[in-house]
């Protein structure tokens, strides 16, 4: 994947999640809108190092990688809408969706499942000859979940080929790192198991990218699992409803120096035409996505009796 590509799927992203704040400022989404800003180099340099028989489990702050795997911007406008023409036909209205086709796995809210779900994907694919690699994310705070632990090691025992993406944002709703684990680097944590580890800086999308290609590599070539701790910032609240007064200014202000896609524009700087013309067709790609969703109709009330167990 090219330099202009990957700032293309970034771009589309943060693109992406302002629409949906507007949407949700004007009460047009159900819920909330959890948001990846300042964390996008790090869904699209991950998933750029997937191949096409991977399997992903996206958590709430992955649109990038959701778009990655073949999602349009009008299926997660219409999911936050709760529209019938969304993934989960109006079902859910945040991103617990998946297609097993684009090998992407819905995840669930409760923080850390999704290791010991993805080491059993990653088990069951070897069993299975499919020479494929699953990746997940987790937030610090989700390290600090029994599931992690028991996923991580039980990934380690028996060597599979899993990928974890940590992203360190610097807070678990409004705890900083510092309140809820003694140490600095998740990837200790991993390293505690016997599991390859390494930390990079997670707003350089091409070191991103680099060390996502290493992790897959290691895992698919079956020295077993993988951790890769991306230093990040999370630029917003929780989700759009914290205004995140918690978060000292002068550490957003530390963090906003270093944006993902300012820094990426700034090496490209002499392809200046090229990027801002990546901006216009994203722009409208996403006006046209948006209007289309948000013309789309709501579902049916008898749609909500159906696809249940009881
Ligand atoms: C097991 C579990 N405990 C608590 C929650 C409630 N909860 C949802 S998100 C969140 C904070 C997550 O922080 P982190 O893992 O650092 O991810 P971030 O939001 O920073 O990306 C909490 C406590 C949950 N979903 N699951």
């Not at 999911?79 to 297609?99: I, L, V």
């Not at 890769?228 to 963090?255: I, N, Q, S």
């Not at 790609?285 to 789309?296: D, F």
Request: charged share 25%.
């Amino acid at each position: 994947m090219t330099e202009l590509e990957l700032y293309r799927w970034m771009a589309l992203n943060r693109a992406v999640e302002e629409r949906l704040v507007s949407f949700y400022r004007q009460n047009k989404v159900v819920g909330g809108v959890y948001r990846s800003l300042g964390q996008e180099a790090i869904s699209v340099g991950t998933a750029a190092a997937l191949e096409p028989q991977d399997v992903v489990a996206p958590l709430i702050r992955n649109a990038g990688v959701f778009l990655m795997r073949g999602y349009r911007p009008r299926d997660l406008f219409m999911q936050y809408m709760a529209k019938a023409g969304s993934p989960t036909g109006g079902r859910d209205c945040n991103t617990h969706f998946g297609d097993v086709s684009k090998g992407v796995i819905a995840p669930i809210s409760m923080l850390g499942a999704m290791i010991p779900v993805c080491a059993g994907i990653a088990w069951a694919g070897r069993e299975q000859g499919k020479n494929l690699v699953a990746m997940t994310y987790i937030g610090d705070g989700g390290t600090s979940t029994g599931d992690f632990h028991e996923g991580m090691n039980l990934a380690a025992v028996w060597k599979l080929p899993l990928v974890v993406i940590g992203e360190h944002n610097q807070y678990a709703y409004s705890t900083p790192t510092r309140e809820q684990m003694a140490i600095t680097d998740l990837a200790e944590r991993a390293r505690a198991y016997g599991i390859q580890a390494e930390t990079v800086d997670g707003n350089d999308v091409l070191v991103v990218l680099e060390a996502a290609r290493r992790a897959v590599q290691h895992a698919r070539s079956g020295q077993g699992p993988y951790f890769l701790e991306c230093k990040t910032m999370r630029m917003r609240g929780h989700a759009e409803h914290d205004d995140a007064r918690y978060v000292p200014p002068a550490l957003f202000e530390e963090w906003r120096g270093k944006d993902p896609l300012d820094r990426l524009r700034q090496r490209l700087v002499e392809r200046q035409a090229q990027l801002e013309r990546i901006d216009q067709e994203v722009d409208r790609e996403v006006e046209a996505e948006a209007r289309l969703a948000e013309e789309s109709p709501m579902p049916d009330p008898s749609f909500a009796f159906g696809r249940v167990f009881a």
